[in-house]
Each structure stands twice: as C-alpha cells, then as structure tokens.
C-alpha cells in the first residue's frame, strides 16, 4: 500500500490493522503505533482515521482508562461528524456505549444505551452488540444475577432487552505484553479463552465487531 502512494489507502491499511490488534494478538503499543501513523499520513477526515482513533479507544478501554478512552471516542466522533458518513457515525454510537457501558457509571451506559437505541436498529449486529454491553453493564453494577454457568450472557436481563444473542459475539480481547515484537510475525497466539462460567469479576465484552456497517 505504501508503494501506491495512495494516502487514503495508506491510511486505511494502518488504521484498520490498528483497530484489529486486541483481536489479532498485537501489542498495545504496536496498535498505538499503527493507529498514530494511520493519523499522521493525513489529517484529511478519512474512513482509516477513524479506524485509527478506534484503535485508540480500544487500547485505553482495555487499560481501563476511562478519561483517555473518552477523548479518543470524541477525536473519533469529530471526523465522523465531517465524514457525514452514517455507518461511520453508528460506529461511533457503538464504540461510545462500549467505554461506557465497560468502564463508565450506570447513568453513563444508559445514557448511551438511549443513542444506541436511536441509531443502531438499522445495524443488527451492532444493536446485538450494544445490548450484551449493557447487559454486562448491568452485572457489573449489581443491577442483575450473576452470568450463567452455561455461556457469557447476564441469566436475566430486563424484559425489553430480553432477547436471543448468541454469546458467541462475546469473547475475551487482549493485547500481548509490551515485549518488543512487531506486527506480521507467524507465531501469533490464539484468542485466550473467556473467564466465564458464573464469574461476576471477569464479566467483560470484546471491543465493537470491526466489521463496516
């Protein structure tokens, strides 16, 4: 792509790869570094800019560091907002109520959960998503039992919110330690497996599917 010395391509290649690290076994600091080269090649609002400020969410969500993942969805909801894309701006919804609903208040999630509600029936899967968010939200608070033995759903959620979704759209991302590796080796390592089976502490939703809408 570097050789086509297109910078929407360019860009795109690095933010996409970016916001797919936790789930492709990178580490934090090459998805920062892929996201922050994406944003560097050009300013211009993009589709791969904002892959890259998702990136950005996504690492600091998974560092649970609320303020950090907040400036980054707002940096990636301002090049939504002049991209006038509206798959853009659902993901946008979708990535918002994911840091809220993870590491947000109860008010937080469902504060998003009302914009999701909103803008993301159109978007099946994302709608699915944003209800298993809200749900963990929900144990995480105390709000709900305690997830079932058989699989990574809370055992009752509200009846509105009640429905069939497969917990296989849960899963567990990670990044691997900072130890120096670099993207496109050949020993990656599988997806560690979820710590499910009835434990409130490690009740935790993968980042939004990277999927366009």
Not at 162 to 189: E, M
Request: glycine letters at 8%; aromatic letters at 6%; charged letters at 25%.
């Amino acid at each position: 792509m570097d050789r086509s010395g297109d910078p929407a391509a360019r860009t795109y290649t690095r933010g996409r790869t970016a916001s797919s690290g936790s789930y492709e076994g990178f580490t934090a600091a090459e998805s920062i570094r892929l996201a922050e080269e994406a944003l560097d090649i050009s300013r211009k609002p993009s589709r791969g800019g904002m892959e890259g400020h998702s990136a950005l969410v996504h690492v600091h969500t998974l560092r649970k560091n609320l303020s950090a993942a907040r400036v980054s969805v707002d940096q990636m909801q301002r090049m939504t907002d002049r991209l006038q894309d509206e798959g853009s701006q659902r993901r946008t919804v979708l990535f918002r109520h994911y840091v809220e609903s993870r590491l947000g208040t109860r008010r937080d999630a469902d504060r998003t959960w009302t914009q999701v509600e909103q803008t993301l029936k159109p978007t099946p899967v994302w709608y699915a998503e944003s209800e298993i968010y809200h749900g963990l939200a929900q144990v995480r608070h105390g709000d709900v039992p305690p997830v079932s033995a058989q699989g990574c759903l809370p055992s009752r959620l509200s009846s509105r919110r009640n429905r069939s979704v497969s917990p296989s759209l849960i899963y567990w991302p990670t990044f691997l330690p900072d130890t120096g590796a670099t993207t496109g080796t050949s020993s990656r390592p599988t997806r560690p497996p979820m710590p499910c089976h009835g434990t409130r502490s490690g009740d935790q939703a993968a980042p939004p599917d990277r999927g366009g809408s």
